[in-house]
Every structure is written in C-alpha cells, then in structure tokens.
C-alpha cells in the first residue's frame, strides 16, 4: 500500500470515528475531539493495520500451499527484460517482508507460515 493511500485511509477513519463519537463541550464551548481522544475510545487497530494483517494472513495461506498451485507460482514468478534508470519499484513480496518485520517483529516469515497455528498466533497478537 502506498503511504499517501496510508494516509488517506487513516484521515477518513478518523473523520468518521468524529463523527459517530461526537463532539466534546469543554467549559460551554463545543469542540471536536483529538487523535487521542479518538484512540483512547476506539481501542482496536486502525484500517490500515487491518488491511496489512489480511495481506499478512494472506501471504501465509500461499506459502502454505504446493508449489504446483497458481497463486504461489505467480508471487515468486519474476518477469525478465530491461528495468528502468533510478530505484526499482517495490515488489509485492518485499512489502511482506517489511510488515512482518515491522508490525509481527518476525525476521523469517516463510518459515513461521509453516506452521499454521503458530502463525494464526502471531496475526491475533498483532490485532491487540
């Protein structure tokens, strides 16, 4: 995902979450409620922490599956010819590797996908 996407995706949570909770009055004087405010009512993760956790759950489903079936040959499949001049484009895969770093603190995501109850495990973790 994008981060502008990111971005978008959390900007429009919370102008909905505004929304649903309402505004605060402070002192006879209404007011709309800050981030905080938002999270500390709102304790489950954001969309977008959502979102990378399926992508996530996802990515352990394929890695399960035999090296036979579509979906896994497409994630590993790599497309020869000329790339451009400047930093390579991030791949889907490479997006895994950093959210399993960054949101599971898992270093070998393909080796923990193995096994499915361990890695169910670590999903439900993320979610808290």
């Not at 999270?39 to 956790?53: D, Q, T």
């Amino acid at each position: 995902m994008y981060k502008r996407y990111n971005i978008a995706i959390n900007s429009f949570e919370r102008k909905i979450l505004r929304h649903i909770l309402g505004p605060v009055k402070e002192n006879d004087v209404w007011r709309v409620r800050y981030n905080n405010e938002l999270y500390e009512l709102y304790k489950e993760p954001s969309i977008s922490i959502i979102v990378k956790l399926k992508r996530l759950q996802w990515a352990g489903h394929v890695q399960r599956m035999g090296n036979e079936c579509i979906p896994k040959k497409i994630l590993y499949a790599t497309i020869g010819g000329k790339r451009h001049v400047g930093r390579p484009r991030n791949r889907w895969i490479d997006a895994m590797e950093e959210d399993a770093k960054k949101i599971l603190g898992v270093r070998n995501w393909k080796k923990k996908t193995l096994n499915r109850d361990i890695w169910r495990g670590f999903i439900q973790e993320a979610k808290v």
